[in-house]
């Protein structure tokens, strides 16, 4: 069932911001869009937080982190500039905030482009567009669950928010993990929502106490298509300008999934754009639910990892 966008406005506003003590908000991707706009939705409904923006241009980054402090004057804010389609910088985002903080209330990942290329690989042997969408997003949330934990136990929200494709999956070959065979550019789209949803149901499994989701936000109007060609551009820009939600809204929808709606404190929520759950009984989601294929889909995570960490010795 959808939630009414007036229902989600009133518990927004209505949160009780008072009953958190100093929260820890991470936003991998935030110096645009979607993710952008969420972190300033955490920064108006939170006292003394503390806030993580997590992307490649420092020109944003700075932009971002101004506007948190006139959103709340009690923010503590950090950019961390990096290039999350290496997972070596991803494992560094990670090791930061470890190093730094005790723990995490929320950890939203959005970071990605609409990349129309053939499969290209990293230096760390990984492709370009699910080391953005799945490897370096999970890794992240991996290496964070000891303070996403550490928030639960002390009774807080611990909340894990992965944006991308929810409702627009397809069925997994876990004979070609990689994609080395069936690569275009929608399939791969299609696919890397797929493991994302996989990686949400594993991870709730696993940690009962910390929420997971995976949510579509529908056709949004941001940045993420600016490496399109010229005309795919110029369609997509004339669409958005007649049918897309604004960023704005957007991240309404995205900070209740977050933070402030009761009913995804725990568990694992695989949502549309309006936040109905799309997890049926039937395919692709039977598949998706079946713990074997959650652990295949793991165990493959943990070897391009380990590829990742062996290509950046190499580099190195």
């Known amino acids: 069932m959808s939630i009414p966008y007036s229902t989600i406005q009133k518990i927004n506003s209505s949160f009780n911001k008072d009953a958190l003590k100093n929260p820890v908000g991470v936003f991998v991707g935030g110096t645009s869009g979607i993710g952008e706009n969420t972190a300033y939705e955490f920064a108006k409904h939170t ?13 944003n980054g700075a932009r971002v982190l101004d506007k948190i402090k006139e959103l709340n004057s ?12 290496y997972i070596e910088q991803a494992e560094r985002v990670a090791n930061i905030i470890r190093n730094k903080e005790d723990k995490v209330n929320v950890l939203s990942l959005t970071q990605g482009l609409l990349i129309n290329q053939p499969r290209t690989e990293t230096s760390e042997g990984l492709d370009e567009k699910f080391a953005l969408l799945y490897y370096g997003r999970w ?3 991996d290496m964070l669950i000891p303070l996403l934990q550490k928030a639960a136990d002390e009774g807080g929200p611990a909340r894990v928010l992965s944006v991308l ?4 999956e397809r069925l997994v070959d876990f004979d070609d993990l990689e994609l080395k065979k069936n690569y275009t550019f929608l399939h791969s789209n299609f696919i890397a929502g797929s493991y994302n ?13 910390i929420s997971f989701s995976h949510t579509f936000p ?9 490496d399109l060609s010229f005309w795919q551009r110029y369609i997509v820009n004339g669409a958005a300008y007649l049918f ?5 809204v957007c991240a309404q929808y995205q900070i209740y999934v977050a933070l402030t709606g009761p009913e995804f404190a725990t568990g694992g929520h695989l949502l549309g754009m309006n936040l109905q759950s799309v997890q049926t009984d039937q395919p692709p989601y039977t598949q998706f639910a079946l713990e074997e294929n ?3 889909l793991w165990e493959h995570t943990e070897a391009m990892i380990k590829r990742a960490n062996e290509n950046d010795l190499i580099e190195s």
């Open 47 to 59: 006292p003394n937080p503390t806030i993580y923006i997590v992307g490649r241009n420092e020109t």
């Open 165 to 168: 494709g929810a409702g627009n």
């Open 218 to 226: 529908g056709f949004v109007s941001t940045q993420a298509y600016r």
């Open 74 to 85: 009690n923010a503590i804010a950090h950019f961390l500039k990096y290039d999350l389609k």
């Open 244 to 248: 897309a939600r604004s960023p704005e």
């Open 139 to 141: 890794t992240i949330v």
């Open 294 to 296: 959650q652990d295949k």
């Open 197 to 209: 949803s996989i990686a949400v149901l594993r991870f709730a499994r696993k940690y009962p106490n």
